[in-house]
């Protein structure tokens, strides 16, 4: 879907539907040319309580040839004093969903009423080019009803901000269709592809047989059970000559739990352990294409994480490409195992900050449910220009503790590290034990275990994947 800007009165401009914005309890005064024009239509609906301009609820209403649009699309903000940018983009999810499903072409959007409460209108287009998504790659019909073209009618200068709200929403879909896409076909391989089809950037894959040789002993580990080669994927995008922010995303393409097999009840969903590769690429990918001042190195450390005869056990002792010794507690604790090497081999480039983000634990969903991201690291500046790209993005963050109590529960009685230090704390135990290999580089988690993938739909995203950590990486590195 392109978005346009014109600046032109609404009851002039042919569309197939003219979205008009309403706030709760203020009546229609603000549109009072066009309820008269449509013959006190949109007064009627208000005054008779079939709409009250909540926040999120529609009205549709047929225009029938006395202007322009043929039917206009009356949506609620909500009260004044409570409308906020993340409101205005729930709403732009609901009403472009809803008028997507009624097969229109061409809309619009009125955005008078917005900028008159000194907000954007494009917030409320993202939420609509987020909402429109749809995965239809597996599908035989794909009746997916598309909107081309929306159009702003404003007399602001908003070309930059819509630029960037499109190639964000578009590397958002990115991600989404990557964690969407089944195991069989989304392979550490299947990544490469991924990664490589990305512009102006490079890339480095180094493989089982290069991996070995470097010493990348806890990634290796995750892979030993799986037919599919790992991939250990290193992407650098250089917008500046400056030292780069190195983003790590875990990349399980799929996980079994290895031997510590996990229940088979929504195992189909663990192809989404790749979410946070997938965030990273879709970050780096609206990156490059904006040129942004930026210095990036993306780091991947794909695998399938399988039981079978050659697979890592319980028990086994494994070294990283820093030499630190980790007993395995569980195998079904592989993320961290990759992001030990990712994160040590991510020193190697000097960088300014080493940022990972994965779908790490069970624990973050237990505490968070699906809607908030667990933040910990041990650099305040840096979590504090997360917390601001968080409050921009509204991909929530929550700063858990990392307290060096949490060292003792990851203690072994054979090796430096175990790999899991139990049920109790592991939220931060998890990431105590990621926090050793950072050592004194700046550093943050990002645990996005309850956020990557939701069961029902809601104003701007679709159940699915999605997409999270593409907006908020990229808000966050707009403030380097």
Not at 30 to 54: A, D, P, R, T, W
Request: net charge positive; hydrophobic share 40%; with cysteine.
């Amino acid at each position: 879907m392109r978005v346009h800007i014109r600046n032109i009165n609404e009851t002039e401009f042919v569309c197939s539907a003219l979205i008009l914005p309403m706030l709760e309890g203020e009546g229609t005064d603000y549109y009072k040319i066009i309820n008269k024009s449509l013959n006190g239509l949109i007064k009627k609906v208000v005054v008779s309580k079939e709409f009250n301009g909540k926040h999120n609820e529609l009205c549709l209403i047929h225009s029938e040839g006395t202007i322009k649009p043929d039917r206009i699309l009356l949506i609620g903000l909500g009260k004044k004093k409570e409308i906020t940018p993340e409101k205005l983009r729930q709403a732009g999810g609901k009403a472009i969903s809803y008028l997507g499903n009624l097969n229109n072409k061409n809309i619009a959007l009125s955005a008078g009423i917005i900028s008159a409460l000194k907000l954007s209108p494009v917030d409320f287009i993202e939420g609509g080019l987020l909402a429109d998504y749809r995965f239809l790659r597996y599908k035989r019909e794909k009746n997916h009803k598309e909107i081309k073209e929306i159009t702003v009618l404003s007399n602001e200068n908003l070309y930059k901000e819509t630029r960037w709200i499109e190639t964000v929403a578009t590397a958002t879909h990115f991600a989404r269709d990557l964690v969407n896409t089944p195991s069989n076909d989304m392979t550490p391989s299947a990544l490469v592809r991924a990664a490589r089809s990305l512009k102006n950037i490079s890339v480095k894959v180094i493989d089982k047989a290069k991996a070995a040789d470097l010493g990348m002993g806890a990634y290796l580990s995750v892979t030993r059970g799986s037919v599919e080669p790992p991939k250990f994927i290193v992407i650098t995008y250089k917008g500046k000559n400056i030292p780069p922010v190195a983003l790590i995303g875990k990349s399980i393409t799929f996980d079994s739990g290895g031997i510590s097999l996990k229940p088979g009840e929504g195992m189909e969903k663990m192809k989404y352990d790749m979410a946070g590769g997938a965030a990273v690429l879709g970050a780096i990918k609206a990156a490059s294409e904006m040129n942004m001042p930026v210095h990036i190195v993306g780091i991947l450390p794909a695998a399938e994480n399988l039981p079978g005869g050659s697979a890592s056990k319980p028990g086994d002792v494994v070294k990283t490409i820093g030499g630190k010794t980790i007993e395995i507690i569980s195998t079904d604790a592989e993320g961290r195992l990759a992001l030990a090497d990712a994160i040590e081999y991510a020193k190697r480039f000097k960088p300014s900050a080493i940022i990972d983000i994965a779908t790490l634990t069970g624990a973050c969903s237990i505490t968070f449910g699906s809607e908030v991201i667990a933040m910990m690291g041990n650099n305040e500046s840096i979590m504090e220009k997360m917390k601001k790209a968080s409050a921009e993005t509204a991909e929530k963050v929550w700063q858990m503790p990392l307290f060096d109590e949490y060292k003792d529960y990851i203690k072994s009685d054979i090796a430096d590290l175990k790999n899991s230090g139990g049920r109790s704390g592991s939220l931060s135990s998890s990431a105590y034990f990621l926090k050793e290999f950072a050592g004194e580089t700046p550093w943050v988690h990002l645990d996005i275990a309850g956020t990557a993938w939701i069961d029902k739909d809601r104003p701007y995203i679709p159940k699915g994947a999605t997409g999270i950590g593409v907006r908020l990486l990229l808000s966050f590195l707009k403030l380097l």
